[in-house]
Nanobody, 124 residues
């Protein structure tokens, strides 16, 4: 049974950078495409970025293009989300989702697996 574990969240200041990790446990990460989503307080969950099985396919939400970078290291069973120039609007719980058949791109579409999330708080 595949499980996802997100790490790397925390409290940071505006302008800082952060790298989140999504570790694929109980299986090989190359068997799943992975997406990052976030949910801010009082808002619906939204798509952030996603990556295909080998890393050759990348998708980003328009709102994060240029600041967020998704990547993966299948040897480490890990997918990363690097976030630069953080703003208070990036404050949210960040989730990773994995799917064996499709690249996750819609927050409302079911994925095979979801992590528990990691909190990112941007505050001065």
């Amino acid at each position: 049974q595949v499980q996802l574990a997100e790490t790397g969240g925390g409290v940071v200041q505006p302008g800082d950078s952060l790298t989140l990790s999504c570790v694929v446990q109980g299986g090989t990460s190359s068997s799943v495409a992975v997406g990052w989503f976030r949910q801010a307080p009082g808002k619906e969950r939204e798509f952030v970025a996603s990556i295909g099985w080998t890393g050759g396919t990348l998708y980003y939400a328009d709102s994060v293009k240029g600041r967020f970078t998704i990547s993966r290291d299948n040897a480490k069973n890990t997918v990363y989300l690097q976030i630069n120039s953080l703003t208070p609007e990036d404050t949210a719980i960040y989730y990773c989702a994995a799917d064996r058949a499709t690249v996750p791109r819609r927050a409302t579409a079911p994925a095979d697996y979801w992590g528990q999330g990691t909190q990112v708080t941007v505050s001065s």
